[in-house]
């Protein structure tokens, strides 16, 4: 989608590989927002097999002209007999030194581990707030993530709200991907919604692309 004389140029790629013992869904957003050069790369890499599901959560953001690298790297390996967490935040601040409050709640049950991650970073006055949330009930028969990344870019830059909602279930995996951008006055409002009923016999997939 190119959108307008600031030449904001949206690239969503999804690959998915939904077998029934092993599903991988690979999804990479990436945004390149105006003039200010904001590119974000969202890549969200899940193996969810169930012995062992393994989700990998990577967040690289270069915001702006002040050179604000954040780059966000999750972890995790939720197999029954061994629950394993691995969180790494490495991040490169820029001039003005924004502030950033993460949050890592993890109930990690044998039947229903559940996982609330919450990042909330306000990268200055002109720098955008980014808040991703990602929320996971793995239980085994209805693996279920729900991923929502926020995005507010300044006054003339556009809001972006990515919501990724996974339910795993072994007979029916359902991926409903919605993706909503305000991109200001003169540029238009878009969402784009992708709905998929991957069932081993039939599988649906509905796109819906609807902009103001």
């Known amino acids: ?25 690979v999804l990479a957003v990436s945004m390149g927002l105006g003039v200010e050069s904001t590119i974000i790369v969202l890549t969200v890499s899940m193996d969810l097999g169930v012995e062992s599901p393994i989700i990998v959560l990577a967040v690289s953001m270069g915001l702006g002209v002040e050179s604000t690298i954040i780059v966000l790297t999750v972890s995790m390996d939720i197999g029954l007999e061994s629950s394993i967490i691995v969180l790494t935040v490495s991040i490169n601040l820029g001039v003005e030194s924004p502030i950033i ?12 581990p559940i996982i609330v991650l919450t990042v909330s970073m306000d990268l200055g006055v002109e720098s955008p707030i ?27 830059s556009p809001i972006i709200v990515l919501t990724v909602f996974v339910d795993l279930g072994v007979e029916s995996p359902i991926i409903v991907l919605t993706v909503s951008m305000d991109l200001g ?22 796109l819906t692309v609807s902009w103001t």
Do not use: A, F, R, Y
């Open 101 to 112: 409050v993460l949050t890592v709640s993890m109930d990690l049950g044998i039947e229903s």
């Open 1 to 25: 989608m190119d959108l307008g004389v600031e030449s904001t140029i949206n690239v969503l790629t999804v690959s998915m590989d939904l077998g029934v013992e092993s599903p991988i869904i």
């Open 130 to 156: 980014i808040e991703p949330t990602v929320s996971m009930d793995l239980g085994v028969e209805s693996l279920i993530i729900v991923l929502t990344v926020s995005m507010d870019l300044g006054v003339e």
């Open 185 to 206: 006055l003169e540029s238009p409002i878009i969402v784009l919604t992708v709905s998929m009923d991957l069932k081993v016999e039939s599988p649906i997939v509905v």
